[in-house]
Protein backbone atom coordinates (compact mmCIF):
# COMPACT_ATOMS: atom_id res chain seq x y z
CA UNK A 1 0.00 0.00 0.00
CA UNK A 2 1.19 3.84 -0.48
CA UNK A 3 1.99 5.51 2.77
CA UNK A 4 3.35 8.73 3.78
CA UNK A 5 6.00 7.28 5.80
CA UNK A 6 7.87 9.31 8.12
CA UNK A 7 11.75 8.30 7.44
CA UNK A 8 13.51 10.18 9.73
CA UNK A 9 12.66 13.08 11.89
CA UNK A 10 11.32 16.44 9.86
CA UNK A 11 11.39 13.58 6.49
CA UNK A 12 8.44 12.74 5.24
CA UNK A 13 7.96 10.50 2.02
CA UNK A 14 5.31 9.19 0.11
CA UNK A 15 6.65 5.08 -0.33
CA UNK A 16 5.23 1.80 -0.05
CA UNK A 17 4.82 -0.69 2.80
CA UNK A 18 3.38 -4.13 3.34
CA UNK A 19 -0.73 -3.74 3.64
CA UNK A 20 -1.38 -4.57 7.24
CA UNK A 21 -3.48 -8.03 8.10
CA UNK A 22 -5.97 -8.10 10.68
CA UNK A 23 -5.53 -10.27 13.90
CA UNK A 24 -8.00 -11.85 15.94
CA UNK A 25 -10.26 -9.12 17.17
CA UNK A 26 -9.14 -6.69 14.75
CA UNK A 27 -10.57 -4.51 11.57
CA UNK A 28 -8.45 -3.00 8.65
CA UNK A 29 -9.51 0.46 7.47
CA UNK A 30 -9.03 1.85 3.89
CA UNK A 31 -8.26 5.02 5.23
CA UNK A 32 -10.49 8.04 3.31
CA UNK A 33 -9.28 11.07 5.28
CA UNK A 34 -6.88 12.08 7.76
CA UNK A 35 -6.47 15.42 9.63
CA UNK A 36 -2.96 16.94 9.91
CA UNK A 37 -2.79 17.73 13.71
CA UNK A 38 -0.13 19.93 15.52
CA UNK A 39 0.59 17.00 17.40
CA UNK A 40 1.97 15.56 14.10
CA UNK A 41 4.15 18.07 13.43
CA UNK A 42 5.61 17.75 16.94
CA UNK A 43 6.03 13.90 15.90
CA UNK A 44 7.39 14.71 12.80
CA UNK A 45 10.00 17.23 14.13
CA UNK A 46 10.84 14.36 16.17
CA UNK A 47 9.89 12.63 19.98
CA UNK A 48 10.11 9.39 21.60
CA UNK A 49 7.03 8.10 21.20
CA UNK A 50 7.43 7.79 17.28
CA UNK A 51 10.13 5.27 16.18
CA UNK A 52 11.29 5.88 12.17
CA UNK A 53 9.95 5.14 10.23
CA UNK A 54 6.65 5.51 11.30
CA UNK A 55 3.37 5.80 9.69
CA UNK A 56 1.61 8.99 12.09
CA UNK A 57 -2.07 9.96 11.51
CA UNK A 58 -4.54 9.78 14.53
CA UNK A 59 -7.34 11.98 12.93
CA UNK A 60 -8.86 9.63 10.42
CA UNK A 61 -11.90 8.01 9.43
CA UNK A 62 -12.08 5.50 6.70
CA UNK A 63 -14.67 2.27 6.01
CA UNK A 64 -14.27 -1.40 7.10
CA UNK A 65 -12.00 -3.09 4.60
CA UNK A 66 -11.26 -6.66 6.03
CA UNK A 67 -12.00 -8.84 9.30
CA UNK A 68 -10.33 -10.27 12.01
CA UNK A 69 -11.26 -13.88 13.41
CA UNK A 70 -14.43 -13.41 15.77
CA UNK A 71 -15.22 -10.58 13.89
CA UNK A 72 -18.82 -9.93 12.60
CA UNK A 73 -18.39 -9.70 9.01
CA UNK A 74 -21.37 -7.41 8.52
CA UNK A 75 -18.80 -4.77 9.58
CA UNK A 76 -17.11 -5.01 6.17
CA UNK A 77 -17.91 -1.61 3.80
CA UNK A 78 -19.32 0.29 7.14
CA UNK A 79 -17.82 4.03 7.09
CA UNK A 80 -16.28 4.30 10.45
CA UNK A 81 -13.82 6.26 12.80
CA UNK A 82 -12.45 4.63 15.76
CA UNK A 83 -11.05 5.48 19.60
CA UNK A 84 -7.47 5.09 18.80
CA UNK A 85 -6.24 4.03 21.94
CA UNK A 86 -5.76 0.35 22.36
CA UNK A 87 -5.70 -2.70 24.81
CA UNK A 88 -1.57 -2.14 25.04
CA UNK A 89 -1.81 1.61 25.60
CA UNK A 90 -0.26 2.07 22.34
CA UNK A 91 -1.80 4.42 19.59
CA UNK A 92 -2.69 4.22 16.56
CA UNK A 93 -1.40 6.94 14.79
CA UNK A 94 1.66 7.09 17.22
CA UNK A 95 2.89 4.01 18.36
CA UNK A 96 0.61 2.09 15.59
CA UNK A 97 0.57 3.17 12.07
CA UNK A 98 -2.11 5.52 11.46
CA UNK A 99 -4.14 7.44 8.87
CA UNK A 100 -1.25 8.70 6.84
CA UNK A 101 -1.51 5.37 5.45
CA UNK A 102 -3.96 3.74 2.42
CA UNK A 103 -5.14 1.05 5.20
CA UNK A 104 -4.51 0.61 8.72
CA UNK A 105 -5.50 -1.97 11.86
CA UNK A 106 -7.43 -1.17 14.27
CA UNK A 107 -9.30 -2.87 17.34
CA UNK A 108 -12.95 -4.06 16.06
CA UNK A 109 -14.17 -3.12 19.52
CA UNK A 110 -13.17 1.05 18.92
CA UNK A 111 -15.36 1.17 16.02
CA UNK A 112 -17.43 3.66 15.62
CA UNK A 113 -19.90 3.16 12.61
CA UNK A 114 -21.20 6.38 10.70
CA UNK A 115 -23.93 7.27 8.40
CA UNK A 116 -23.44 5.67 4.95
CA UNK A 117 -23.29 9.54 3.52
CA UNK A 118 -21.49 11.18 6.51
CA UNK A 119 -18.57 13.66 5.02
CA UNK A 120 -15.47 11.58 5.85
CA UNK A 121 -13.10 14.63 5.81
CA UNK A 122 -15.65 16.06 8.80
CA UNK A 123 -15.14 12.90 10.87
CA UNK A 124 -12.09 12.97 10.55
CA UNK A 125 -12.38 15.76 13.43
CA UNK A 126 -14.41 13.37 15.35
CA UNK A 127 -11.00 11.85 17.19
CA UNK A 128 -10.77 15.95 18.50
CA UNK A 129 -14.36 16.56 19.15
CA UNK A 130 -14.33 13.32 21.34
CA UNK A 131 -11.23 14.73 23.25
CA UNK A 132 -13.70 17.63 23.82
CA UNK A 133 -16.43 16.05 25.21
CA UNK A 134 -14.09 13.98 27.56
CA UNK A 135 -12.96 17.36 28.41
CA UNK A 136 -16.87 18.57 29.20
CA UNK A 137 -17.67 15.41 31.16
CA UNK A 138 -14.41 16.45 33.21
CA UNK A 139 -15.26 20.04 33.29
CA UNK A 140 -18.91 19.02 35.01
CA UNK A 141 -20.86 21.85 33.89
CA UNK A 142 -22.86 23.25 36.86
CA UNK A 143 -23.12 27.17 36.26
CA UNK A 144 -24.19 28.34 32.74
CA UNK A 145 -23.25 31.91 33.10
CA UNK A 146 -20.13 32.76 31.41
CA UNK A 147 -17.08 30.82 30.35
CA UNK A 148 -13.66 32.27 28.84
CA UNK A 149 -11.81 30.06 26.87
CA UNK A 150 -7.87 30.66 25.49
CA UNK A 151 -7.38 29.17 21.92
CA UNK A 152 -8.84 29.30 18.98
CA UNK A 153 -7.62 26.22 17.46
CA UNK A 154 -9.66 22.97 16.84
CA UNK A 155 -9.88 21.98 20.62
CA UNK A 156 -10.46 25.65 21.26
CA UNK A 157 -13.72 26.07 18.67
CA UNK A 158 -15.06 22.90 19.79
CA UNK A 159 -15.31 23.28 23.09
CA UNK A 160 -17.03 27.13 22.34
CA UNK A 161 -19.81 24.68 20.19
CA UNK A 162 -19.81 22.44 23.36
CA UNK A 163 -20.73 25.20 25.41
CA UNK A 164 -22.53 27.16 23.70
CA UNK A 165 -25.04 23.84 23.04
CA UNK A 166 -24.72 23.23 26.81
CA UNK A 167 -26.43 26.59 27.37
CA UNK A 168 -23.59 28.73 28.28
CA UNK A 169 -24.72 32.35 27.97
CA UNK A 170 -21.64 34.29 27.05
CA UNK A 171 -18.44 32.85 25.99
CA UNK A 172 -15.25 35.02 25.35
CA UNK A 173 -12.31 33.14 23.46
CA UNK A 174 -8.91 34.70 22.89
CA UNK A 175 -6.84 33.60 20.47
CA UNK A 176 -4.35 35.23 17.72
CA UNK A 177 -5.30 34.72 14.27
CA UNK A 178 -7.82 36.77 12.74
CA UNK A 179 -9.81 34.54 10.74
CA UNK A 180 -10.09 31.85 13.43
CA UNK A 181 -11.87 34.27 15.39
CA UNK A 182 -13.89 35.47 12.97
CA UNK A 183 -15.06 31.76 12.67
CA UNK A 184 -15.67 31.71 16.78
CA UNK A 185 -17.68 34.34 16.37
CA UNK A 186 -19.73 32.82 13.80
CA UNK A 187 -20.07 30.04 15.93
CA UNK A 188 -21.63 32.05 18.76
CA UNK A 189 -18.49 33.59 20.90
CA UNK A 190 -20.51 36.48 22.72
CA UNK A 191 -16.55 38.47 22.63
CA UNK A 192 -13.58 37.53 21.00
CA UNK A 193 -9.61 38.94 21.72
CA UNK A 194 -6.85 38.67 20.14
CA UNK A 195 -4.24 38.24 22.30
CA UNK A 196 -1.50 39.92 19.60
CA UNK A 197 -3.05 43.44 20.68
CA UNK A 198 -2.60 42.94 24.10
CA UNK A 199 -0.19 45.92 25.12
CA UNK A 200 0.00 45.21 28.81
CA UNK A 201 -0.82 41.91 30.85
CA UNK A 202 -3.24 39.99 29.57
CA UNK A 203 -5.66 39.12 32.52
CA UNK A 204 -6.00 42.83 32.71
CA UNK A 205 -6.72 43.09 29.48
CA UNK A 206 -9.26 40.59 28.90
CA UNK A 207 -11.35 42.20 32.32
CA UNK A 208 -11.10 45.28 30.88
CA UNK A 209 -12.40 44.18 27.77
CA UNK A 210 -15.39 42.11 29.19
CA UNK A 211 -16.30 45.38 31.62
CA UNK A 212 -15.25 48.31 28.93
CA UNK A 213 -14.20 47.28 25.20
CA UNK A 214 -13.22 49.93 23.92
CA UNK A 215 -10.17 50.07 26.58
CA UNK A 216 -9.42 46.36 25.23
CA UNK A 217 -5.98 47.19 23.80
CA UNK A 218 -5.50 50.45 25.04
CA UNK A 219 -3.81 51.93 28.32
CA UNK A 220 -4.01 49.96 31.50
CA UNK A 221 -5.95 53.15 33.31
CA UNK A 222 -9.60 51.71 34.50
CA UNK A 223 -10.49 48.39 36.21
CA UNK A 224 -7.75 45.74 37.15
CA UNK A 225 -8.21 42.26 38.56
CA UNK A 226 -10.43 41.18 40.66
CA UNK A 227 -12.39 44.68 40.14
CA UNK A 228 -14.53 42.56 37.90
CA UNK A 229 -15.91 39.32 38.97
CA UNK A 230 -14.30 36.65 36.95
CA UNK A 231 -15.13 33.82 34.85
CA UNK A 232 -16.88 31.06 36.64
CA UNK A 233 -15.73 28.41 33.95
CA UNK A 234 -12.12 28.73 32.15
CA UNK A 235 -11.05 26.68 29.61
CA UNK A 236 -7.07 26.61 28.67
CA UNK A 237 -6.65 24.95 24.76
CA UNK A 238 -3.89 26.71 24.08
CA UNK A 239 -0.99 25.39 25.53
CA UNK A 240 0.43 28.22 26.42
CA UNK A 241 2.19 29.24 29.78
CA UNK A 242 0.90 32.90 29.38
CA UNK A 243 -2.32 32.07 29.00
CA UNK A 244 -2.40 29.58 31.67
CA UNK A 245 -1.12 32.41 34.29
CA UNK A 246 -4.09 34.30 32.98
CA UNK A 247 -6.88 31.53 32.96
CA UNK A 248 -6.10 31.44 36.78
CA UNK A 249 -6.15 35.08 37.52
CA UNK A 250 -9.49 35.42 35.85
CA UNK A 251 -11.24 32.62 37.35
CA UNK A 252 -13.88 33.61 39.48
CA UNK A 253 -13.46 32.32 43.29
CA UNK A 254 -15.21 29.03 43.43
CA UNK A 255 -14.75 28.87 39.84
CA UNK A 256 -13.16 25.60 37.79
CA UNK A 257 -9.95 25.55 34.96
CA UNK A 258 -9.92 23.07 32.50
CA UNK A 259 -6.78 22.67 31.57
CA UNK A 260 -6.22 20.87 27.99
CA UNK A 261 -3.70 22.23 25.92
CA UNK A 262 -0.32 20.81 25.86
CA UNK A 263 2.71 22.54 27.38
CA UNK A 264 5.52 20.70 26.95
CA UNK A 265 8.62 21.34 29.31
CA UNK A 266 6.65 24.28 30.71
CA UNK A 267 6.08 24.42 34.62
CA UNK A 268 3.68 26.17 36.84
CA UNK A 269 5.06 29.57 38.52
CA UNK A 270 2.02 30.92 40.32
CA UNK A 271 1.20 31.65 44.13
CA UNK A 272 -0.30 28.53 45.88
CA UNK A 273 -2.65 30.45 47.98
CA UNK A 274 -4.86 31.70 44.95
CA UNK A 275 -6.19 28.13 44.63
CA UNK A 276 -6.93 28.10 48.66
CA UNK A 277 -8.61 31.71 48.69
CA UNK A 278 -10.18 31.63 45.21
CA UNK A 279 -11.41 28.09 45.88
CA UNK A 280 -10.30 27.40 42.31
CA UNK A 281 -10.88 23.95 41.18
CA UNK A 282 -7.93 23.12 38.01
CA UNK A 283 -8.93 20.07 35.68
CA UNK A 284 -6.86 18.00 33.79
CA UNK A 285 -8.30 16.58 30.61
CA UNK A 286 -6.54 14.11 28.02
CA UNK A 287 -7.25 11.90 25.12
CA UNK A 288 -10.89 10.23 24.68
CA UNK A 289 -11.19 7.42 26.20
CA UNK A 290 -15.29 6.95 26.59
CA UNK A 291 -16.28 10.05 24.65
CA UNK A 292 -16.78 8.26 21.12
CA UNK A 293 -20.40 7.38 21.32
CA UNK A 294 -21.53 10.55 22.63
CA UNK A 295 -19.09 12.42 19.90
CA UNK A 296 -20.46 10.58 17.26
CA UNK A 297 -24.01 11.26 18.50
CA UNK A 298 -23.01 14.99 17.81
CA UNK A 299 -20.94 15.05 14.87
CA UNK A 300 -24.02 13.34 13.14
CA UNK A 301 -26.43 15.63 14.44
CA UNK A 302 -26.96 17.76 11.04
CA UNK A 303 -27.38 21.09 13.42
CA UNK A 304 -23.51 20.37 14.80
CA UNK A 305 -20.79 22.36 13.01
CA UNK A 306 -18.20 20.02 13.02
CA UNK A 307 -17.45 20.67 9.29
CA UNK A 308 -16.89 24.50 9.80
CA UNK A 309 -13.65 23.88 10.97
CA UNK A 310 -12.42 22.18 7.82
CA UNK A 311 -10.19 24.65 6.00
CA UNK A 312 -9.09 22.94 3.38
CA UNK A 313 -8.80 19.23 1.65
CA UNK A 314 -5.99 17.97 -0.37
CA UNK A 315 -4.63 14.91 -2.03
CA UNK A 316 -2.60 12.46 0.25
CA UNK A 317 -0.49 12.61 -2.88
CA UNK A 318 -0.13 16.42 -1.59
CA UNK A 319 0.89 15.97 1.90
CA UNK A 320 4.10 18.17 1.53
CA UNK A 321 1.47 20.71 0.79
CA UNK A 322 -0.82 20.03 3.42
CA UNK A 323 1.86 19.87 6.41
CA UNK A 324 3.31 23.59 4.84
CA UNK A 325 0.08 25.04 5.18
CA UNK A 326 -0.92 23.88 8.71
CA UNK A 327 3.15 25.51 9.94
CA UNK A 328 2.41 28.13 7.76
CA UNK A 329 0.05 29.35 10.80
CA UNK A 330 -2.25 31.56 8.41
CA UNK A 331 -5.49 32.97 9.71
CA UNK A 332 -7.89 30.98 8.07
CA UNK A 333 -6.74 27.72 8.79
CA UNK A 334 -8.14 25.52 11.14
CA UNK A 335 -7.97 21.79 10.21
CA UNK A 336 -6.17 20.74 7.14
CA UNK A 337 -7.65 17.26 5.93
CA UNK A 338 -5.74 14.56 3.71
CA UNK A 339 -7.95 12.69 1.39
CA UNK A 340 -6.98 9.28 0.15
CA UNK A 341 -10.57 8.27 -1.81
Known amino acids: MRAIVLVAPGRLEMGEVPTPQPRAGDVRIRTAACGVCATDLAMIDGNPRV ?4 VLGHEWSGFVDAVGSGVDEALVGKACVA ?5 DGGEVGFEYPGGYGEFLVTASANVQVLPDDFDLAAAALIEPLAVCVRAMGRLGLTNKRAALIFGDGAI ?10 AGVADVTLV ?6 LALARELGATQVLNYHEASFDLAVVIAQAVCHPSRASGSSDGPSWPAVQGFVNVVEASGSAAAMQAALDLASPGGKVLVIGDYGEARADFPWNLLLHHELQIIGSNASAGAWPEAVRLATDPGFPLARLVSARLPAA ?24
Not at 51 to 54: F, G, L, S
Not at 156 to 165: F, Q, T, V
Not at 175 to 180: E, K
Not at 325 to 338: A, E, H, W
Open 318 to 341: RFAEAIDLVRSRRGDIVKVIMEWT
Open 156 to 165: GLLMLALLKR
Open 83 to 87: ENILE
Open 51 to 54: KCPA
Open 175 to 180: GGRAGR
